[in-house]
């Protein structure tokens, strides 16, 4: 395989970037961004929470491993045989860091000088497993106390509780940690196995965006990648239906003002059809119920919500979910005023004074994140992952009409298919 440079551009603003397939199999997006002092770079693979069910080609059946196997071996690989990471980075002077999500794994870091040096840091740790049964061990305390202090913490909980009222049995429902008796089953092997399955380079994809040339990064990856076979890695997910598990969840805990999560459930789609149905629920949501709408402007000075009030989309591999959450002195009548607003909405159409409104400051807010050198790394990851590119958001957003937003609530959105989480001061 032979390494190609394409460049791609946006039609709407005129910004562009390279796109690198390496000869190692690894896919590289560059964003060189004129007058920027700082540079970072993302190694990401897609391997979340969620991923707990896969498949190579080598494979003769699916194999299942524990929850929370994703984020553990994401904090096993700071630390290799020579030194914590960390030190290495000290000396360049990056500001250094790695999340896991539901769907993603990601290192990265951000610089302002020693660009070279750091990216070298990042390629090779990344590439450098090194586990054995004794740091195993000393993780799972360190993890274990993690997820008693997200356990304790009611706006991780109020969350949580929502997804599980939702899914009945797709893994999103699961904390991205796992549990204390998951957990307690990883083990250098199995940690071995999911680092060779997850971080093949053909899974991967390295974004760098801000002070910085393609041709930089080609020079240090052709140095450093090792070129691997492509595994065609398959992961599964337990089959869902639209149907949700409970209504309602009440939980208390030491919390001023009852917070919610008010979450209703969507059939999942994939690529392009959901970064469309994505841009559609987003929209949708802001002229129901964002700070613009009658509705929020009612249930703020009727004392139902205050200004922490938000609207979300929340989606990924086999899930996608509309959220409205915030604070409350009584969540069962915000659910009663959202779920009227959607069914009249359904039934008459979204206001179309509002639905300009909103593309306009939602467009607005896409362009301005092209100026931002730690937003485009982080889109130009997501995005590949989702199977599109970082432009195709904007291109979206210019087609869309008000007749896509409203045909999206008639079509996709059942308020059957809701739940309220909530945590109520104990």
């Not at 960390?86 to 000088?113: I, M, P, Q, R, V």
Request: glycine share 6%; hydrophobic share 40%.
């Amino acid at each position: 395989m032979e390494t190609t440079k394409t460049i791609i551009r946006s039609p709407q603003t005129g910004d562009q970037y390279t796109h690198i397939h390496h000869k190692s199999g690894l896919e590289i997006l560059v964003c060189e961004m004129d007058g920027f002092s700082t540079t970072e770079a993302m190694f990401g693979t897609k391997y979340g929470s969620i991923n707990t069910q896969f498949k190579t080609a080598a494979d003769s059946d699916y194999c299942t491993v524990p929850e929370g196997i994703a984020h553990f071996l994401e904090h096993k690989l700071f630390e290799n045989e020579d030194c914590d990471v960390f030190d290495l980075y000290a000396k360049t002077g990056a500001n250094a860091n790695a999340f896991t999500s539901f769907d993603k794994t990601c290192y990265f870091f951000s610089c302002s000088d020693h660009f070279p040096e750091s990216l070298k840091i990042l390629l090779s740790f990344v590439q450098s497993p090194y586990f054995t049964p004794e740091s195993v061990a000393k993780e799972q305390g360190i993890i274990g106390q993690e997820i008693r202090m997200c356990n304790d913490d009611p706006g991780w909980r109020v969350f949580f509780n929502m997804l599980s009222g939702l899914y009945q049995k797709h893994p999103v429902r699961i904390d991205i940690a796992g549990t204390i008796e998951s957990i307690a089953q990883i083990t250098d092997d199995l940690l071995y196995r999911c680092y060779r399955t997850f971080y093949n380079l053909h899974n991967m994809v390295l974004a760098v965006a801000g002070n910085c040339t393609a041709d930089q990064v080609l020079e240090i990856a052709d140095e450093l990648l090792k070129p691997c076979e492509d595994q065609k890695l398959e992961t599964v997910f337990p089959e869902e239906s639209l149907d949700i598990v409970r209504p309602e969840t009440v939980e208390s805990a030491a919390v001023g003002q009852t917070l919610f999560n008010l979450g209703i459930k969507i059939a999942p789609k994939t690529g392009y059809a959901n970064l469309k149905a994505e841009m559609e629920a987003t929209i949708a949501m802001q002229i129901l119920a964002g700070t613009s709408s009658p509705l929020y402007q009612k249930m703020l000075q009727e004392g139902y919500i205050n200004s922490v009030f938000s609207t979300e989309v929340f989606n990924g591999d086999g899930f996608f979910t509309m959220i409205f959450g915030g604070e409350s002195r009584e969540p069962r009548v915000v659910r009663k005023e959202i779920t009227e607003a959607l069914l009249n909405a359904q039934k008459n159409g979204l206001d179309e004074a509002l639905f300009a409104e909103c593309k306009k400051s939602t467009y607005g807010a896409l362009v301005r994140e092209l100026n931002n050198v730690s937003a485009v790394t982080n889109a130009l990851v997501s995005a590949h992952m989702a199977g599109c590119g970082i432009f195709d958001t904007l291109h979206v957003l210019s087609d869309m009409t008000l007749e896509d937003c409203n045909r999206f609530l008639r079509e996709e959105v059942d308020v059957q298919h809701m739940t309220l989480s909530m945590i109520e001061p104990a």
